[in-house]
Nanobody, 119 residues
Framework: QVQLVESGGGLVQAGGSLRLSCAAP????????MGWYRQAPGKQRELVAT???????NYADSVKGRFTISRENAKNTVYLQMNSLKPEDTAVYYC?????????????WGQGTQVTVSS
């Protein structure tokens, strides 16, 4: 089992910045990717950004150029730096860790952290 601990959400004005952190405490082997997803009220959960253990990144078009995902492999920690925030970025942000162990792929989720951007 992989436990994910998120922090860094909050309330910010449009144009502002926030940094989210997600840690997987302990020695977790075989995590091949980590990332962030978000879910706004009445909408489906959507990908925000992911990063593989090798450092390859993927971003939703809506956040490209504004958000940056990074990772400290030694700490199993992933960060999401969010700049130029917009009201439409308001959502609950969930950390995700994807683990490949003995040929089995599993996704693990954090509890979610609220990000609210006021106009």
């Amino acid at each position: 089992q992989v436990q994910l601990v998120e922090s860094g959400g909050g309330l910010v004005q449009a144009g502002g910045s926030l940094r989210l952190s997600c840690a997987a405490p302990g020695s977790i082997f075989s995590i091949i990717a980590m990332g962030w997803y978000r879910q706004a009220p009445g909408k489906q959960r959507e990908l925000v950004a992911t990063i593989t253990s090798g450092g390859s990144t993927n971003y939703a078009d809506s956040v490209k150029g504004r958000f940056t995902i990074s990772r400290e492999n030694a700490k199993n920690t992933v960060y999401l730096q969010m700049n130029s925030l917009k009201p439409e970025d308001t959502a609950v942000y969930y950390c995700n860790a994807r683990r490949l162990l003995f040929g089995v792929l599993n996704d693990y989720w954090g509890q979610g952290t609220q990000v609210t951007v006021s106009s």
